[in-house]
């Protein structure tokens, strides 16, 4: 299934402009979207032409610096020499901007979340759809190399996640207590504010859809919301937990995404990910086709805009049995492959970043421009990231398991293997 079910029967996407960058109108002129427009800098496939904020007065100093106009959202919204409305905006009020620039004839660039609750979601995606516009929603995960690699990895060795895992522990040094973020009615609570990246992560590799959640949340005393979250998603046979926990320091941050294969092992440090170690215990054409894959230009492709990009490949003899098993399955054991994959280590983090989001800017602009392409992260896997969440932010209210109803179902793994945007 696609992530737009009618591909390039809608409005022509260039109009008249064939060759010309996507123009753009930023609506959110706060941190992440002041960061937006340092990104598009270096991305000469989008410029930014308008920017607007409620708060017209930082709206209009970042207008400013960025050589755009400054003009009221709803001017933003419909603005003639505009093509896509970039929402950079608080979570609740994603849904009804994204919805009005569709309905001006606009293509998104949406902040995640897509939206605040799965029934918003719903409709955004449902718009998109109906009208033929491109929604990218910006999880940056999906267009990280690091975690692309590792999909690679698994999909060209028949690997299944037996278990995922995401510890969060990261910084609440800048979310003083009256930020909107501790506000749930503004940004929808942990699992739907920050959450939604990592139940999205999480479906780059487990390929069985969700099906139920099991939650607990807590506080420090007298917070407004929960601080300190956990979930678990029930996907088929696998498991995936994912604690996020807005408590630290910013120089005591540490993140962990694990994915379990039984005979194999990805550990991903870093909330962006810069760098990852495979574990695989293989027989000798297992170890072939990975040794190939390292050297193939697919893999080697994915990181190929960022200087710090490596990966290398150690091989040791296990002593013992050829063959193993785990959860009743027989595989072959005789090697054992360290892979370690660098975007430059923690150092490289804000590049990474910039590179991430600078490609989603890419995809939006090559989804417009080229028939029939599909954003690497559209609406329907970022609806059922929202429907996850909001799952989980209920599992964790009712204190009992709370079913996953049924949301579009993601591209499959391999759709996301062949996708074009690269950094
Ligand atoms: N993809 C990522 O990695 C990433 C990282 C950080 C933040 N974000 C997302 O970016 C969004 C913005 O976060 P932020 O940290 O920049 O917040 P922020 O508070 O710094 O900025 C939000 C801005 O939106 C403006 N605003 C509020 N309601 C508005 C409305 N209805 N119309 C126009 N402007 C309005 C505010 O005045 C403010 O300037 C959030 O959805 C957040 O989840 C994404």
Redesign the pocket.
């Known amino acids: 299934m696609s992530d737009r079910s009618t591909p390039g029967s809608g409005p022509p996407r260039r109009g008249d402009r064939p060759g010309a960058p996507t123009r753009l109108a930023l ?7 002041r960061f937006i427009l340092d990104v598009t800098r270096n991305v000469p496939q989008v410029a930014p032409v308008v920017v ?4 017209s007065e ?1 709206g209009a100093r970042l207008a400013a610096d960025a050589g755009c106009r400054a003009t009221t ?1 709803e001017e933003a919204l419909v603005a003639a020499d505009v093509d896509a409305v970039v929402i ?4 609740h ?2 849904a009804e ?1 994204a919805q009005a620039a569709l309905r001006a004839g606009k293509d998104v660039f949406c ?2 979340p897509l939206a605040a609750t799965p029934g918003e979601a719903a409709q955004t995606r449902a718009l998109a759809e109906s009208l033929d516009r491109v929604v990218v929603v ?1 999880h ?1 995960m999906r267009y990280n190399p690091l975690l692309r690699a590792i999909q690679t990895v698994q999909h060209h060795l028949g690997l299944e996640p037996v278990r995922f895992l995401f510890e969060n522990d990261a910084a609440d040094e800048s979310l003083p207590r009256d930020h ?1 973020f501790w506000d749930e009615a503004s940004s929808g609570g942990i699992f739907v ?1 920050h959450g939604v990246h990592f139940f999205d992560a999480a479906t780059m590799f487990v390929t069985e859809p969700a099906t139920s959640v099991t939650a607990v949340s807590t506080s420090r005393q007298g917070w407004p919301s929960p601080d300190l979250v956990t979930a678990t998603v029930t996907h088929g046979d696998c498991l995936a937990t994912h604690t996020h926990s807005f408590t630290h320091a910013h120089r005591c941050e540490r993140q962990l995404m694990r994915i379990d294969y039984g005979s194999a092992e990805a550990r991903i440090a870093g909330w962006i990910p810069v760098e990852a170690v495979l574990d695989l215990h293989v027989d000798p054409a297992g170890e072939s086709a990975v040794r190939a894959l390292v050297a193939s230009p697919e893999l080697a492709g994915l990181g190929r805009g960022l200087d710090g990009w490596h990966v290398g490949v150690q091989a040791d003899d296990v002593a013992g049995d050829a063959e193993a098993m785990g959860r009743g399955r027989h595989f072959g054991a005789s090697r054992r492959l360290t892979v370690t994959l660098s975007l430059g280590g923690e150092a490289a983090k804000q590049t990474v970043y910039a590179a991430c989001v600078a490609a989603a800017l890419r995809d939006l602009h090559g989804c417009r421009t080229e028939p029939g392409r599909q954003p690497l992260s559209g609406p329907r896997t970022a609806e059922a990231a929202v429907v996850v969440a909001d799952c989980a932010t209920r599992a964790a209210a009712l204190r009992r398991a709370v079913a996953v109803p049924t949301a579009p179902r993601p591209r499959p793994l391999v759709d996301h293997l062949s996708a074009k945007e690269t950094l």
């Not at 609506?27 to 979207?33: E, K």
């Not at 607007?52 to 708060?55: G, K, L, S, V």
């Not at 950079?88 to 979570?91: L, S, Y």
């Open positions: 609506v959110g002129a706060g941190r992440f979207g607007a904020d409620i708060a930082q959202v950079a905006t608080p979570p009020t994603h901007l902040e995640k910006d940056v909107w504010e």
